[in-house]
């Protein structure tokens, strides 16, 4: 038969079993099936990515082939220290962090979006920021599964590579520790959220999975009307998930500051902004978030404006 990925992830099965004697022990069963080295799709990943329908979704690449050691049925069952156990087999972890991946609901734009990509694509434009990948590494170091971990936010004027970065932690720690979590641009959540109240739904419909996911990224933090109604949206997701000690990235256009009263400046016409982020969400919301997460400036030129 086939068996399982780890004694710590599988189960006890009937040590009585009249199938126990055809069981093989673990050691003794064929490797999990794995990637192509040069597969020009997945490069070794196993994992194809592409974008479909505006978002980035992912699936076990089809290089991969059938697995000798569960026959693709996802299980295998083996003998562990002379007990029986039945688990996930490894071949099925491609597959499992894609879904998580989908799951995201990444743009389609940013499919292409990884740390490496930053560091060897835009960060040539911008040795200034090799700092922020420093700190970004580190902060990404003492990640675990399991434990409360503190949130990060990038800030820095438009088109400095925000986004990209955001969605490459977010790849990172999905395809690293399989831990699922969800990126939403604010603006879009708000409209989500109207569309929902016009099909007859409440708000809870869309906000408590935001609440819920383990890892939440909230892209253009800041960005809106600023409306009682949109203040109130953007306090809830921070209070609630600042309540479940939950993890929150984040991305911004306005330094992290306390609320000064300065007016709205036109971001076509000026490069740094005088309203800080707590001119835009809030000193509350300003406050939980300086204490849930670290905050990283971008900086260098406007990548839009440079050619290809």
Not at 57 to 85: I, K, M
Not at 210 to 224: M, N, R, S
Not at 255 to 284: E, H, K, S
């Amino acid at each position: 038969m086939s068996v399982p990925e780890t004694p710590d992830s599988a189960s006890k099965a009937d040590k009585a079993s009249p199938v126990a004697t055809a069981i093989r022990d673990f050691a003794d069963l064929p490797p999990a099936a794995t990637a192509k080295r040069d597969c020009p799709i997945c490069r070794g990943t196993a994992i194809d990515f592409r974008s479909e329908n505006e978002q980035s979704v992912a699936r076990r690449c089809q290089c991969v082939p059938e697995c000798p050691r569960c026959l693709d049925s996802g299980t295998v069952t083996a003998r562990v220290n002379g007990h029986v156990r039945t688990g996930r087999c490894r071949c099925q972890r491609p597959a499992d962090r894609a879904r998580l991946y989908t799951a995201a609901q990444i743009p389609g734009r940013y499919t292409s979006a990884t740390l490496e990509s930053y560091t060897h694509g835009l960060l040539q434009h911008a040795p200034e920021n090799m700092g922020v990948l420093e700190d970004v590494s580190r902060w990404m170091s003492q990640w675990r599964v399991g434990q409360e971990n503190r949130g990060l936010i990038v800030w820095g004027p438009v088109g400095r590579g925000k986004t990209h970065l955001l969605v490459a932690i977010v790849r990172d720690l999905i395809l690293r520790h399989g831990v699922p979590a969800r990126f939403v641009e604010f603006t879009r959540l708000l409209g989500q959220l109207k569309a929902g109240y016009s099909e007859g739904k409440s708000g809870t419909d869309v906000i408590d999975p935001l609440i819920q996911v383990p890892v939440l990224a909230i892209d253009e933090l800041g960005k809106g009307r600023l409306t009682d109604w949109e203040l109130t949206i953007i306090d809830e997701i921070i209070s609630r998930r600042y309540n479940a000690m939950a993890c929150t990235l984040g991305s911004t256009n306005f330094r992290p500051g306390m609320a000064t009263g300065a007016a709205p400046a036109n971001a076509a016409l000026v490069d740094i902004n005088p309203q800080t982020l707590g001119d835009r969400v809030g000193d509350r919301v300003l406050s939980r978030l300086q204490e849930m997460c670290d905050f990283v400036e971008l900086s260098g030129r406007d990548f839009r404006t440079i050619e290809r």
